[in-house]
């Protein structure tokens, strides 16, 4: 029996704080779920998310399997899971996924196709993703719920069949893909047939109508972190961006990202990661070569002065390889990993100190073997609340045996998001999933817009000498977003 949701859906359980979910009753075990913003004054917990209300599903010996995987405690068929037992995912080709719009299953059942990379060079991460929205179904599914996994083979080919079949077997909603080519590809078929589509990518340029990019969007996690920036009084901006497809993606952004909380953006430049001019192109972008001139004229009017100032003056250059200030105290660098040390290590060569200049990343910053890179002390970023994620990991490695890849928390999300619209009737729908008032999951709080994109509330890290510690919590309302 369906229970009426409470007035701005919330993230809480009647007898004590669950999980992501819009609110309902099972009569089985009195299970009572909400999804989104509060307006109560209970205090939201994710602790809850991560409990035994359900039995957890179990490791899978065979790791391409397709089987739809149904919610538990199915009761409202003889035969809720009609796909055969021993199917078999064809290496690099989608699920094949039987025609089910007649059969009487189709009445009752809430089927949600998974679209994810299950066979090639990233099915490593698509099986944990997979496993992911597992713990998600058996912790919040209804009865009448299936989820379907379909491979993508992560190609723009492999997300148009696996859409294909998924609008065959009667999904009403497709969580997936996880790549933007696949994305695009998925796209075409689910619009035709009037299928919502949540991917998992975070690139905005496959968001359309329908077609909602709900990864960890780094544009916003600039402009969240430049909004934090000029609250503590850093107002000049200049970027170094990659000279790729991502750092055009960042570039588009900035003007907008910067100017809307009042700061201004000024020099940007591009460089080829691993390029022999690397180190050209930063030093250019350093000034440093100006600034070190600045120095030879500076000592050499100190010198000419002869004063006991100009002396001490002279002693306190010792050691100093430039004169004069940049114009900007504040840096936005996406690079990661490998691009990011080295990048790093050659602005901090050109001196530009990072305990002048704050430096500014995206999530992906948030790796240890970058914490202990003396550039990049004092650096912030913007990153989910890194408790819930703790809380998730720990759960998952229960159950699974191992730690899950930090991306897969979008498929439990999105995920529960699906289950526990589709506890309602007609609620897998565009005007539900574009609730103002947003949702709370793993990942904190986030809304899906009109236009396809996502909205997220993140925290503000900053690395220190024991690592990335959170300086300014995630909001957590959509008003203190940026």
Not at 117 to 142: T, V, Y
Not at 356 to 372: A, H, K, R
Not at 381 to 401: D, H, I, K, M, V
Not at 436 to 457: A, K, M, W
Request: charged content about 20%; some cysteine; proline content about 6%.
């Amino acid at each position: 029996m369906l229970k009426e949701a409470l007035p701005r859906q919330a993230l809480q359980n009647l007898d004590g704080f669950s999980a992501l979910g819009r609110v309902a009753r099972r009569t089985a075990s009195v299970f009572v779920l909400s999804i989104g913003l509060t307006a109560c004054n209970a205090t939201t917990s994710i602790t809850d998310l991560f409990g035994t209300q359900r039995e957890a599903p179990v490791e899978t010996t065979n790791s391409n399997t397709v089987d739809p995987i149904s919610a538990p405690d199915q009761g409202l068929i003889p035969d809720a899971n009609p796909w055969p037992s021993d199917a078999a995912l064809p290496e690099g080709e989608g699920a094949q996924l039987p025609t089910l719009y007649n059969d009487d299953a189709a009445i009752f059942e809430k089927r949600v196709a998974l679209l994810l990379p299950l066979s090639g060079q990233h099915a490593d991460l698509g099986k944990a993703m997979r496993q992911a929205a597992e713990l998600a179904m058996f912790d919040i599914a209804g009865d009448d719920f299936v989820l379907m996994p379909i491979d993508t083979s992560g190609t723009y080919q492999g997300g148009q069949d696996a859409a294909r079949q998924a609008v065959d077997a009667g999904a009403k909603m497709i969580l997936g893909p996880l790549f933007a080519e696949s994305v695009s590809g998925a796209s075409e078929v689910a619009k035709s047939a009037n299928v919502p589509v949540v991917a998992f990518s975070n690139n905005r340029r496959v968001a359309e109508s329908g077609v909602w990019v709900n990864g960890l969007i780094p544009e916003d996690q600039i402009a969240r972190a430049v909004g934090y920036a000029t609250s503590q009084g850093r107002f000049r901006f200049a970027a170094l961006l990659p000279q790729n497809d991502y750092g055009r993606q960042i570039a588009a952004a900035l003007n907008t990202v910067v100017s809307r909380v009042g700061g201004s953006l000024g020099r940007v430049a591009f460089y080829q990661p691993g390029s022999e001019s690397l180190q050209q192109t930063i030093r250019d972008f350093a000034n440093y070569d100006a600034r070190r001139a600045n120095l030879r004229a500076h000592k050499a009017q100190l010198e000419a002065n002869g004063s006991a100032g100009s002396k001490r003056a002279l002693r306190r250059l010792e050691g100093v390889d430039t004169f004069g200030e940049l114009d900007f105290d504040a840096l936005i660098l996406p690079a990661t990993g490998g691009d990011l040390r080295q990048v790093s290590a050659l602005l901090a060569y050109f001196d530009i100190d990072p305990s002048v200049v704050q430096f500014i990343g995206t999530f992906g910053w948030n790796d240890p073997g970058l914490f202990s890179e003396p550039a990049l002390k004092g650096g912030i970023f913007a990153a989910p609340n890194p408790e819930n994620w703790e809380l998730f990991a720990s759960r998952f490695e229960r159950t699974f045996g191992k730690q899950p890849p930090r991306i897969s928390s979008l498929a439990y999300d999105s995920t529960a998001l699906a289950a526990l619209m589709a506890r309602d009737e007609n609620q897998m729908s565009r005007d539900a999933l574009t609730n103002p008032n947003g949702f709370v999951g793993v990942d904190g709080i986030f809304r899906l817009t009109v236009d396809g994109q996502s909205e997220r509330g993140y925290a503000i890290m900053q690395i220190g000498p024991d690592g990335a510690k959170v300086v300014a919590p995630a909001p957590a309302t959509f008003d203190l977003v940026f």
